[in-house]
């Protein structure tokens, strides 16, 4: 596979001149072939025009005319892209975001105390069920050793041994029923927390379902309302010449507005007042001429008000 070799007309796009052309992007916008094909048995001079080069520098030699209904037509666009700004901002922006946010992370701090107040409930029902079978064992035995107590043939020595047994049982039962009685009385604090923690959970969801709900018709709200502009623009833009639309659409995707109507001498863009030179300037501009802000750019259409 040959290696393509690099093969320039124009000095200023040499390897190493200075230039604006640094990148292969620029470089193709610039006008100029940088990879040449290689053709057997050397490099390849590739000729390209540099008229019409840059297609992001705009023509200078053809005005754009518009007559004062499309430049009122235009101002009626701006008014719609304006109002479709303020709503994407709005969608942007809906307090229920934060608030949703908000709203979740109490939802999941809810559930985690619940969770942890239910584990400890779990553990003290159990050792509630523990107590009661050391009571059961201790009762079971107390009824065994009464039986044999109270049963014919005990002698002496067992009796007593049997006495002891049974004191030692009754001090042994004394302690577990006040274990029992304790660890009740906890058990029962802690499902006055689990009511809590319940209820505080059920509250949590029901106020995130409210502001989800809450979200869901503002964002609904902003659609309808996005809608309808959609369609006044469909509308106006039907009724703005071409060239006047394109030129209108480069001045709002650099700026975010347009065209602008100038009052008493001030840009309505960018609220700036116009100098003498630019005033001279709009002046001297016949009524067709597209003029723009000497200070933002935008399109600006003159009017009675416009202090000229
Ligand atoms: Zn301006």
Request: hydrophobic fraction near 40%.
């Amino acid at each position: 596979m040959p290696i393509p070799i690099l093969a320039v007309t124009d000095s200023r796009h040499a390897a190493g001149a200075s230039g604006n052309c640094r990148t292969r992007s620029a470089h193709r916008s610039c006008g100029v072939a940088g990879v040449a094909p290689t053709a057997p048995g050397g490099s390849v001079e590739v000729r390209v025009s540099l008229r019409r080069t840059d297609p992001w520098t705009p023509r200078k030699d053809a005005p754009v005319k518009a007559d004062p209904a499309a430049l009122r037509r235009l101002l009626d666009l701006a008014g719609v892209d304006a109002e479709l700004s303020r709503l994407a901002h709005r969608r942007r922006t809906l307090p229920e975001h934060a608030e949703l946010t908000g709203a979740e992370t109490a939802v999941r701090t809810a559930k985690d105390k619940l969770v942890e107040v239910e584990t400890a409930a779990g553990d003290l029902d159990r050792d509630i069920r523990r107590i009661e079978r050391d009571v059961e064992g201790v009762r079971a035995r107390t009824a065994r050793d009464n039986q044999l107590l109270a049963g014919a043939g005990i002698g002496a020595k067992q009796a007593t041994e049997l006495q002891h047994e049974l004191d030692t049982l009754a001090r042994r039962q004394r302690v577990l029923e006040d274990e029992q009685l304790e660890v009740m009385e906890q058990r029962e604090a802690v499902g006055i927390d689990v009511e809590h923690s319940r209820e505080a959970l059920a509250a949590a969801e029901q106020k995130l379902t409210d502001l989800t709900e809450r979200r869901d018709a503002a964002l609904a709200d902003i659609d309808a309302s996005e809608a309808g502009r959609r369609r006044d623009r469909e509308g106006i833009v039907a009724d703005v010449p071409a060239e006047l639309l394109a030129a209108y659409d480069k001045r709002r995707e650099q700026r975010g507005i347009g065209a602008a109507q100038l009052v008493a001498r001030r840009c309505q863009a960018c609220r700036l007042e116009l100098d003498r030179t630019a005033l001279a300037e709009l002046r001297g501009a016949a009524a067709d001429e597209l003029v723009h802000c000497a200070e933002c750019g935008v399109i600006l259409v003159r009017m009675k008000e416009s202090g000229l």
